[in-house]
Each structure stands twice: as structure tokens, then as C-alpha cells.
């Protein structure tokens, strides 16, 4: 624990060199959000070397939005950890709201024996809810860095506005996937529609042979 600790640390305090490869930027299913609803945006990432940690600021107005907890055991208002790094093997050192800075602060990093992340995928999901009188709002991304295993440091510049309009007239946001493949969801459904069939089947093979000894 106490390496995994030491770990964490070092990827905090290590020196940031501007990175050349991959991108960070946030997404969402639709900017147009039905007033007094709730919604999420995504952070997400593209074509990312190998990297073991982030830590991500993301700037928000809290008289227009407010973030929704998604661990209502923990202190504050924590945003939800993504599927990018190993969520089993994660230590946070900071997932909180801070609305008096206008900004949801976020600081993981991977422990042993867990694998360098790379490539695509989604760092962090953020739910928020918003007023009735909300019209628009931006949320950006402040600052992100990505640590390696060897406490290396990549700093990204999302640049970028996620800008959202609020209308009552607007339809509510569907709900996020749970990121299993389509084409997982129908295997399993033909192989449970096999099943049952093999096991009617065998009652009913089973029935006309109890019929016949009789």
C-alpha cells in the first residue's frame, strides 16, 4: 500500500511536458437539455500513449448546474470514474466539487498489478441537474495531465467549450449505455433462448418416454 501510495505521489509531482499524442476533450449525447432535468457529460479520450493516472480539473457555473454525487458515502460531490484506467485497481487521491472555485477536481491513479492504459476511452462521466430558469452554460475542461507508470507526465490543453442550451420544450437525455457491444447482448440472448429450448426439449422427451413405459 504504501508503494502504491509513493506511487500516486510521484505522478503528482513529477515534471508535466506538453503532450504530442492523443486528445481530451468532453462529449455528451445532445447540448440541448430539457430544463429541470438531469443529464451527463463525458470525459473522453483519444489515441492516448500508455499511462497509469490523471488528474482533471473541470470548470462548471454552480448557480446553473449542480453536480449530482455519485457516491454519496464520500465527502462532497464525486463525479463517476470511467472505464478508461482500472477501476479495480484505482486509489483516488481527490474526486470532489468545489463550488466556490467553479470546478469538479479529480486525482486517481492506478495501483499494481494493474496495466498502463492507452488508446480510446473515458476517463470520467460528470452528472449534473439544472434549474428551471437555466437557458445556457459552458463547461470546460481547466487542466488535465496523465502520469505514467514511471512518473512521467503528459499535460493536455482541451481547449475546446462544451456549450449546453435549457428549454422545457427539449426532450430529457436518454440514459447512458452500460457499454456492453450490441452484438454481445444478442449472443447472450439467442444463447438464453437456447437453452430454454434445449431444456423444453429434454421435459418433453423425457414426458414421452414416461408416457410409453406406461
Known amino acids: 500500500m504504501i508503494k502504491s501510495l509513493m506511487l500516486s505521489t510521484s505522478l ?30 463525458d ?24 453536480l449530482i454525487d455519485q457516491d454519496p458515502k464520500a465527502t462532497g460531490a464525486q463525479l463517476e470514474h470511467g472505464d478508461f484506467l482500472d477501476t479495480k485497481r484505482l ?16 486525482i486517481v491513479s492506478q495501483v499494481a498489478p494493474a496495466e498502463s492504459a492507452s488508446g480510446d476511452g473515458r476517463p470520467a462521466r460528470l452528472y449534473f441537474s439544472a434549474p428551471e430558469g437555466a437557458t445556457t452554460t459552458d463547461i470546460s475542461i481547466k487542466r488535465v495531465e496523465f502520469g505514467t507508470r514511471n512518473g512521467e507526465k503528459y499535460l493536455y490543453h482541451a481547449h475546446k467549450l462544451l456549450n449546453l442550451s435549457f428549454n422545457a420544450r427539449y ?21 438464453s433462448v437456447s437453452i430454454i429450448a434445449m431444456l423444453f426439449w429434454r421435459k418433453m422427451n423425457s414426458r414421452g418416454r414416461t408416457e410409453q413405459s406406461a
Open 12 to 41: 503528482l509531482l513529477s515534471f508535466a511536458s506538453l503532450a504530442t499524442e492523443g486528445k481530451v476533450f468532453l462529449e455528451t449525447s445532445n447540448t440541448q437539455i430539457k430544463t429541470a432535468s438531469e443529464f451527463y457529460i
Open 43 to 66: 470525459v473522453m479520450v483519444k489515441d492516448l500513449p500508455a499511462v497509469y493516472g490523471v488528474q482533471l480539473s473541470v470548470t462548471y457555473d454552480p448557480q446553473t448546474l449542480t
Open 171 to 191: 426532450q430529457e437525455q436518454e440514459k447512458p449505455s452500460s457499454g456492453t457491444p450490441a452484438w454481445l447482448l444478442m449472443l447472450l440472448a439467442l444463447l
Open 91 to 106: 486509489y483516488t487521491l481527490r474526486n470532489q466539487a468545489t463550488p466556490k472555485s467553479r470546478e469538479v477536481q479529480y
